[in-house]
């Protein structure tokens, strides 16, 4: 009986086939790997806003505050932040010590919402680099830093804040204190922003604070949109007041989302 085999042009359409089927799968398989790295940080920062919740109903409904000095020995900064890290790994500068995207050297300095989480793996990204301690900001406003927008809105000036910032000021070593507000200050708690996933050297941001804009956002400043939005394809995870997890882009942010006070806007 005469045997048969595959021609060279069978073959080369059979690995035509396959190479064009993987063009296709291939994408799909990251995009759902994407997909399911972005759930597992839904669910982490979800944990985060109830360590919040739990830390308000024991500090008589007052949010955690962003940092504060509070030493607790020679081991550590003195300075304690809203979540738990080495931050003790660089020198004081501008207010804060240690870099949250630089790797810990020391043991960690136990943050205020810390007691209330029980895994330290739900402050990580899986996205992250590896040398990252952790990638989540919480909403901050820096009394002292000017704005474009002031000018356009002086009613605005000094009454931006966060939840965790309703006032700062510095102590007489140079470090960052602030008081948090109470949970009743909070004037639209579904729309305001609390937690996001970013790149900066401590875990507060206020990157678009500097910036003069209301309803639109600068997305035609690329720098401040890879700082909001790189972990996750465009986007990033996000939570809010009331509680609520959701991914959002950079171009859907609102100056007013920021803010705990809502009626300096127009």
Known sequence: MRKTAFTLIEL??????IAILAAILF?????????AKQTVCILHIRQLGMALALYRADFDDRWAPASNTVPVGPEFSPLQMWIGYDNNNTPLTRGFTGKVNEPAVNRPRLG?????????????CPNQPRKWQMAVAYNWFNPTRPSEYYETNPRAKGKEYGPGSRESWLDSQGYLNHLAIRDSEMQEATNTLVLWEHNARVPLCNFLQPIDWEENPPVHLQYLADHFSFLHRGGSVTLWADGHTKRIVFAQL???MFSVRKDIYD
């Open 12 to 17: 080369l359409v059979v690995i035509a086939i």
């Open 27 to 35: 994408p799909v398989f990251a995009s759902a790997k994407q997909s």
């Open 112 to 124: 205020a919402i810390d007691p209330y989480i029980k895994s330290e793996a739900i402050k990580s």
């Open 254 to 256: 609102k100056r007013r």
